[in-house]
């Protein structure tokens, strides 16, 4: 069975954590306590220490700060509470019909490619599609969707938008980190800026002429390839693990790449 998670690192005072994500948030005390129900003195006396919350004024508070559910638990252990939210292994009985769904959604996205990715980007599952993006890849690197797509060694060279797709996935990637606030994130997104790209790489996203969305160009042996993405979450997730999966499905972006994909499915 899964077990709780209970970060190892010193935990800062409640009060502390409080004020460095309300105003993370870009929050007012005002807001947070018209949002929470509550005065801003208690809001005040809370992130001074002169006042301890209760365990169900921790999690409101985090409610209405958006927190991800791993920072709730670290909001209740600081506060001297237990964490209520699990965060279970893969390959716990629990997480059974969670993979058995995501299986299904995999197999059911055939012939395109799909794939399901942790917080950190490591990949869970994948379904045989996306050998079309990982082919030629270093095996070393297909661990981790995002250093496999940018590394140089990666998809990176395949890549005919490079420094358009790039720039997509590290602005995603900087807004998750902002969200979270997860260091990890922070160390995967310094690292993966310091990939070389000979392209120019946008800082706003702006359409070209017909463009309706990013998508992803890659050479491959019959020509070029056309791909936009949708990425999908659980829409009710109260265990840490299942609420940081994410799956991203893949569609051809033109028509030429339909018919191709459609081949290959044909002949598998």
């Known amino acids: 069975m899964g077990g709780v998670s209970v970060p190892q690192i010193h935990q800062r005072p409640i009060g502390e954590l409080l004020r460095q994500w309300r105003e993370h948030r870009r929050m007012s005390q005002l807001d947070l306590a018209v949002q929470a ?88 599952d994948a379904n045989a599609a996306v050998g079309l ?10 661990d981790n969707v995002l250093r496999a797509s940018l590394h140089p060694e990666g998809l990176a060279p395949r890549i005919v938008n490079l420094g358009e797709w790039r720039a997509h996935l590290l602005g995603r990637l900087r807004r998750q980190r902002a969200f979270t606030g997860d260091p990890e994130l922070e160390s995967l997104y310094q690292e ?14 702006l359409p070209g002429p ?9 050479r491959h042996g019959a020509g070029e390839l056309s791909f936009f993405s949708i990425v999908a979450t659980f829409g009710t997730p109260l265990d840490i693990t299942v609420a940081e999966l994410a799956i991203e499905s893949f569609y ?12 290959s499915g044909d002949l598998q």
Request: charged share 25%; hydrophobic share 45%.
């Open 133 to 142: 993006l990982s082919e030629g890849i270093d095996p070393d690197l297909l």
């Open 37 to 124: 129900g509550i005065s801003t003195r208690h809001i005040s006396f809370l992130e001074t220490g002169r006042s301890n919350p209760s365990r169900e004024m921790v999690l409101r508070l985090a409610e209405h700060l958006d927190l991800p559910l791993r920072e709730r638990n670290h909001l209740l252990l600081a506060a001297g509470y237990a964490p209520v939210y699990p965060e279970s292994a893969l390959n716990t009985p629990r997480m059974a019909p969670v993979l058995e769904a995501i299986r299904r959604l995999l197999d059911a996205h055939m012939p395109y490619p799909a794939l399901v990715v942790d917080r950190v980007w490591n990949m869970v």
């Open 192 to 205: 993966l800026a310091a990939y070389p790209c000979d392209q120019p790489e946008p800082e706003i996203e």
């Open 210 to 218: 017909g463009d309706i969305m990013i998508p992803l160009r890659i």
């Open 252 to 263: 051809p972006a033109d028509a030429t790449t339909a018919e191709f994909v459609k081949n």
